[in-house]
């Protein structure tokens, strides 16, 4: 006959066992439910000692009516509690394996004479007939050669989610945009809010985090929201790989990742919806004179450089003038992580881009010289060093501007500053720039292991010449603009008197 587990877990993740009294013991023991915490989170751990407890019961409840009809020495909860004490029985380690057809077998780690003891305990318990192993057992064994060493466990710290998520959030501020943190703790606090604030970290499943995916599916959320969330929670960097680091989670599986990922449809129409490269004719009308002169001077240099460099907004509005450098008597221009205030998406973004011929005709390097020459040490004096979308914001917000007038009659598309970067792209591809070297321009970590194991970094030198007559680098690439008339409008010095930019330019610029 098989005997109920009554398992019941708690908020702290530890299993507790329920036993129901007798009806004709109740009065006799003053209570209807009995229960006692069986001190284990492990669920077949859990129903072992779920099973012994049941058949101690059993036990106890038949030398109660045993003791009722004669005569009572003992109090009955010392009774109660010295037969069914299983205390020592929770020492011994269960293993549990699953073959390829799905049949669990069960065995206990048994390694010393004391576990011979616990084992043999155990099987007069759950059997109204000690069994042939029992009996075995009761015989005297000789010692072992050598007790294996167990290798402990990790201690998990207990935590609640609430505290966890502040100690994250916490963690994290100082290595984030304003921005991307407000996004993360949204994240985080969405997650907490609906799994609870006291629920306990480390006994969070997947299954737990299934059901929160699912809930905001429910709530009508889309698979770029859901995707965002699960990077932050569980991605790397985000919140359960900062709970393992920490001692808060078992490390091992993220319970938080692989939930959500983008169907084959959805992939089609990122890319159908995402930034367009702006054809030979838009690069025209964008930088031709009478239009460029709209912007203000220092968003003409940031939308040159975009256009010169594949440079992302954020890396442009967060230059330092010691980032234009010279490398092997090239000059150059760093992206980099290491002056205050700067940050980058990714390592790979990490990287040197040469100075492309056009910009060097534009004035670029005597302009950086002139920003040096008044003391400036940022590039961009005007751009918000913790501006909370990031010091390229005002990069993009100008040229967004800029763009609805000039483009205002073009097919519609997603268009925008990060356009420059995809156009660059493409036109290296488009002259046979090889992909690794495309890659080491722009920032970009190509999606093969050789490449990442392997490969070196291309010199200054390489990236702007290329590698060769039949591999060409970033010099090869031409817009064809007319130099000659843009360059008074990004030269000070050339700018006719009364072009200067205005007041309003100059606030748009620093906004």
């Given at each position: 006959?098989?005997?109920?587990?009554?398992?019941?877990?708690?908020?702290?993740?530890?299993?507790?066992?329920?036993?129901?009294?007798?009806?004709?013991?109740?009065?006799?023991?003053?209570?209807?439910?009995?229960?006692?915490?069986?001190?284990?989170?492990?669920?077949?751990?859990?129903?072992?000692?779920?099973?012994?407890?049941?058949?101690?019961?059993a036990q106890a409840f038949s030398v109660l009516r045993e003791q009722r009809m004669g005569n009572q020495d003992e109090d009955i909860e010392t009774l109660l509690e010295r037969?069914?004490?299983?205390?020592?029985?929770?020492?011994?380690?269960?293993?549990?394996?699953?073959?390829?057809?799905?049949?669990?077998?069960?065995?206990?780690?048994?390694?010393?004479?004391?576990?011979?003891?616990?084992?043999?305990?155990?099987?007069?318990?759950?059997?109204?007939?000690?069994?042939?192993?029992?009996?075995?057992?009761?015989?005297?064994?000789?010692?072992?050669?050598?007790?294996?060493?167990?290798?402990?466990?990790?201690?998990?710290?207990?935590?609640?989610?609430?505290?966890?998520?502040?100690?994250?959030?916490?963690?994290?501020?100082?290595?984030?945009?304003?921005?991307?943190?407000?996004?993360?703790?949204?994240?985080?606090?969405?997650?907490?809010?609906?799994?609870?604030?006291?629920?306990?970290?480390?006994?969070?499943?997947?299954?737990?985090?299934?059901?929160?995916?699912?809930?905001?599916?429910?709530?009508?959320?889309?698979?770029?929201?859901?995707?965002?969330?699960?990077?932050?929670?569980?991605?790397?960097?985000?919140?359960?790989?900062?709970?393992?680091?920490?001692?808060?989670?078992?490390?091992?599986?993220?319970?938080?990742?692989?939930?959500?990922?983008?169907?084959?449809?959805?992939?089609?129409?990122?890319?159908?919806?995402?930034?367009?490269?702006?054809?030979?004719?838009?690069?025209?009308?964008?930088?031709?004179?009478?239009?460029?002169?709209?912007?203000?001077?220092?968003?003409?240099?940031?939308?040159?450089?975009?256009?010169?460099?594949?440079?992302?907004?954020?890396?442009?509005?967060?230059?330092?003038?010691?980032?234009?450098?010279?490398?092997?008597?090239?000059?150059?221009?760093?992206?980099?992580?290491?002056?205050?205030?700067?940050?980058?998406?990714?390592?790979?973004?990490?990287?040197?881009?040469?100075?492309?011929?056009?910009?060097?005709?534009?004035?670029?390097?005597?302009?950086?010289?002139?920003?040096?020459?008044?003391?400036?040490?940022?590039?961009?004096?005007?751009?918000?060093?913790?501006?909370?979308?990031?010091?390229?914001?005002?990069?993009?917000?100008?040229?967004?501007?800029?763009?609805?007038?000039?483009?205002?009659?073009?097919?519609?598309?997603?268009?925008?500053?990060?356009?420059?970067?995809?156009?660059?792209?493409?036109?290296?591809?488009?002259?046979?720039?090889?992909?690794?070297?495309?890659?080491?321009?722009?920032?970009?970590?190509?999606?093969?292991?050789?490449?990442?194991?392997?490969?070196?970094?291309?010199?200054?030198?390489?990236?702007?010449?290329?590698?060769?007559?039949?591999?060409?680098?970033?010099?090869?690439?031409?817009?064809?603009?007319?130099?000659?008339?843009?360059?008074?409008?990004?030269?000070?010095?050339?700018?006719?008197?009364?072009?200067?930019?205005?007041?309003?330019?100059?606030?748009?610029?620093?906004?």
């Amino acid at each position: 006959m098989r005997i109920p587990h009554h398992l019941v877990r708690a908020r702290s993740g530890l299993w507790s066992f329920r036993q129901r009294v007798p009806t004709d013991l109740q009065a006799l023991i003053g209570k209807r439910i009995l229960k006692r915490t069986l001190r284990t989170c492990e669920m077949a751990v859990a129903q072992l000692r779920a099973l012994t407890l049941a058949a101690r019961y059993a036990q106890a409840f038949s030398v109660l009516r045993e003791q009722r009809m004669g005569n009572q020495d003992e109090d009955i909860e010392t009774l109660l509690e010295r037969l069914t004490n299983a205390d020592n029985l929770q020492q011994l380690t269960l293993n549990r394996t699953r073959a390829a057809d799905g049949t669990i077998t069960e065995h206990w780690q048994i390694d010393t004479p004391e576990d011979v003891k616990l084992y043999q305990q155990i099987m007069d318990l759950a059997a109204s007939q000690p069994s042939p192993l029992a009996a075995m057992l009761r015989k005297e064994l000789p010692p072992p050669l050598a007790a294996p060493t167990r290798t402990a466990k990790p201690s998990i710290e207990t935590i609640a989610l609430g505290k966890a998520k502040d100690a994250w959030l916490a963690s994290i501020k100082g290595s984030s945009l304003p921005k991307t943190w407000t996004i993360k703790r949204t994240a985080v606090e969405l997650l907490t809010r609906f799994l609870g604030e006291k629920t306990k970290l480390h006994s969070l499943t997947r299954s737990d985090l299934a059901r929160w995916y699912q809930h905001m599916r429910d709530e009508g959320a889309s698979t770029p929201t859901l995707t965002n969330k699960q990077s932050y929670v569980g991605g790397k960097g985000g919140f359960f790989e900062w709970a393992m680091a920490s001692g808060y989670y078992p490390k091992g599986d993220n319970p938080a990742s692989g939930h959500v990922s983008y169907s084959t449809r959805e992939k089609r129409a990122r890319r159908r919806f995402g930034f367009k490269a702006y054809d030979s004719h838009q690069i025209q009308v964008l930088f031709a004179p009478a239009a460029f002169e709209a912007l203000p001077l220092p968003a003409r240099w940031a939308a040159l450089i975009g256009l010169y460099t594949g440079a992302r907004a954020s890396e442009v509005g967060q230059l330092m003038t010691s980032n234009i450098t010279e490398e092997g008597g090239v000059p150059c221009i760093q992206i980099s992580d290491e002056g205050e205030h700067q940050r980058v998406k990714t390592d790979v973004s990490v990287r040197t881009v040469p100075v492309h011929p056009d910009l060097a005709a534009l004035g670029f390097l005597e302009w950086v010289e002139g920003m040096r020459a008044e003391g400036h040490t940022r590039l961009f004096p005007g751009a918000k060093a913790e501006a909370k979308n990031g010091q390229g914001n005002w990069v993009s917000k100008a040229f967004s501007r800029y763009l609805a007038e000039v483009g205002k009659n073009w097919p519609t598309a997603k268009r925008g500053f990060h356009s420059l970067r995809k156009t660059l792209i493409q036109e290296l591809q488009g002259l046979g720039v090889v992909s690794e070297l495309r890659a080491q321009i722009v920032g970009h970590e190509l999606d093969d292991e050789h490449h990442a194991t392997y490969s070196r970094d291309f010199t200054v030198k390489e990236k702007l010449d290329g590698l060769g007559a039949h591999s060409p680098g970033l010099r090869t690439l031409g817009y064809r603009l007319n130099l000659e008339t843009l360059r008074p409008l990004v030269d000070p010095a050339l700018l006719p008197e009364g072009s200067l930019p205005t007041k309003r330019h100059k606030a748009r610029s620093n906004a």
